[in-house]
């Protein structure tokens, strides 16, 4: 076993790598053989075969394309509005004292809140439109980017400011040149939260009473009305996916864009 | 371009805590000269240069670079202990930092920068961004990203600290060399004693805290200089004398921290 467990040949490489995979297999298994041995009802735990093909109808027919892309839509209006504006004043905070001192007790007084909490009172200013999806998860948002960045700009290393001013550098070339590039990584860790809690809010605004009758928020509460419970059990699987593709591709923009990342963590 | 620092006092912190690290100290650095500050740590000898480059204020005296009234850092360009290269920004862009502010067209400052590179033998390694080069490597960008700048007055604080030897012999040779060709004032902080006398015209010896100067030892080993000249009687008689001077100042310091702490 010693070579096997230290994976260090070929066939333990590849052990290495499959057998992660086999658990998954193995668990699904066992899942669709309980379901089938014990006969338990659809409408409370399906089997893994007939959840699959629920699936694939619900791909087929484009229902799942549908209500994807309308979540996708109001994810990245969210984002955007997040992350323009949660940049804006975290930069600005970082760069003046005085602007940090004018937004430091309003976040320390909104971030704790759940933002979940204020869907009661959006609904009331906004009604249920697109309006109201996209302020709440922009405003959940928010937070995290405008911490990051106020954060990753403040802990710009002193020593690459006071070379660049020694090189001639002035206040505003110090601060394109240097603080934002310096700052850029901790930006996209803060990025890649907001991206995270964007889909929990859109996800959750859709589910609302009757706020909407389109994305996977509302396929989702709509298929556990209606007791369809492998419609509940597609429909999660798709976000788990979609959440995991996104997730990716954030990181690999965030390497295109700043490639000096990967050796300093 | 002669340095003058005439009674120089720096104090950091506020009333009750407050440190004396510069105790008046006085000294003229002469043009074209490389002259170490050697002493142990803490004895202010970074401090003193981040001064003269106008990088920090100080708190009394004064400190006169050239003979026109121009602020502190003008004439200079200091190269880091911590060598402080921007991770995002390939060689060749670190290098023409100091062009780039001052709004150079990139064709001429890369064409500058170019010739820098090579002269400190990187050709090839322009594209690099400093975290894929060895340490060595990194030495050489931050010497050319401080010699672009044509300032007549190079500062050094204890630039080679973190090299392995080897690299550290060779990293020295190459400064002795560039040195000679360009004549510039360099002034070149250091703890250590065989690359005081090495590279040094004199050795400025200080003290433990409060810094002052101890011991001015002029170093006149001919030029050029090589590691060979270790094995020299006058490089031992130097290294004797230097080293009896250091080993009071850290007794001195361990003396004063003993104090502090009992």
Redesign the interface.
């Known amino acids: 076993m010693g070579t096997g467990t230290k994976h260090k040949s070929k066939a333990g490489a590849i052990v290495y790598i499959v057998v992660p995979y086999l658990t998954i297999v193995a668990v699904l298994l066992a899942w669709e053989i309980l379901v089938r041995v014990k006969g338990v009802q659809p409408i409370f735990l399906p089997a893994p075969s007939a959840i699959f093909k629920y699936l694939i109808a619900m791909i087929a027919d484009g229902e799942i394309a549908y209500h994807l892309s309308i979540t996708f839509l109001r994810i990245m209006a969210g984002f955007l509005v997040a992350s323009a504006t949660g940049i804006l004043v975290g930069i600005a905070m970082g760069m003046s004292r005085l602007i940090a001192r004018i937004f430091d007790p309003w976040i320390a007084a909104l971030y704790p809140l759940p933002k979940i909490s204020l869907i009661p009172l959006l609904i009331i200013w906004l009604g249920t439109g697109e309006a109201y999806k996209i302020v709440i998860s922009a405003v959940t948002a928010f937070f995290p980017v405008a911490i990051a960045t106020f954060a990753s700009i403040r802990q710009v290393?002193r020593?690459?400011v006071?070379?660049?001013?020694?090189?001639?550098?002035?206040t505003r070339?110090v601060q394109l040149?240097?603080v934002i590039?310096?700052a850029?990584p901790g930006i996209f860790s803060g990025l890649q939260l907001g991206m995270g809690v964007t889909i929990i809010m859109v996800v959750a605004a859709e589910m609302i009473g009757g706020s909407s009758d389109s994305g996977m928020g509302y396929l989702l509460i709509h298929a556990g009305q209606v007791m369809e419970t492998e419609k509940v059990f597609g429909g999660l699987i798709v976000l788990a996916v979609f959440g995991a593709i996104i997730t990716n591709a954030q990181k690999r923009i965030d390497r295109l864009i700043?490639?000096?990342m990967e050796?300093?963590h | 371009m002669e340095i003058v620092v005439d009674n120089l006092v720096q104090v950091f912190g506020e009333a009750p805590n407050e440190v004396l690290a510069l105790d008046h100290v006085s000294h003229t650095f002469p043009s074209q000269r490389f002259t170490c500050i050697l002493g142990p740590s803490g004895c202010g000898k970074s401090t003193l240069a981040q001064i003269v480059?106008g990088?920090e204020p100080y708190t009394g005296g004064a400190v006169t670079v050239g003979a026109a009234a121009q602020p502190l850092?003008t004439h200079s360009?200091?190269m880091?202990q911590?060598l402080?290269l921007?991770?995002?920004r390939s060689v060749i862009d670190n290098v023409a930092?100091?062009l780039?502010?001052?709004g150079i067209a990139k064709a001429e400052r890369y064409e500058r920068a170019r010739r820098l590179i090579a002269m400190v033998g990187l050709r090839g390694f322009e594209a690099h961004?400093p975290?894929?080069l060895s340490g060595g490597m990194r030495q050489r960008v931050a010497l050319a990203?401080a010699l672009i700048?044509e300032r007549p007055i190079l500062l050094m604080d204890e630039p080679f600290g973190a090299l392995d030897a080897q690299t550290k012999i060779v990293m020295q040779e190459e400064l002795v060399r560039i040195y000679e060709q360009t004549k510039k004032t360099v002034l070149f902080v250091t703890h250590a004693i065989d690359e005081a006398i090495l590279l040094g015209d004199e050795i400025v010896v200080m003290t433990a805290r409060p810094g002052r100067i101890k011991e001015v030892i002029k170093v006149d080993l001919p030029r050029p200089r090589s590691q060979e000249m270790v094995n020299t009687p006058e490089f031992g008689r130097l290294y004797d004398r230097a080293l009896h001077l250091i080993r009071e100042e850290v007794l001195n310091a361990l003396r004063q921290q003993e104090e502090a702490a009992g």
């Open positions: 290393d020593g690459l006071k070379a660049a001013k020694d090189l001639g550098a002035n070339q040149k240097v590039p310096a850029l700043a490639p000096w050796r300093e | 480059g990088i850092g360009v200091m880091w911590h402080n921007f991770p995002w930092f100091g780039e502010m001052q961004r975290p894929q990203r700048m």
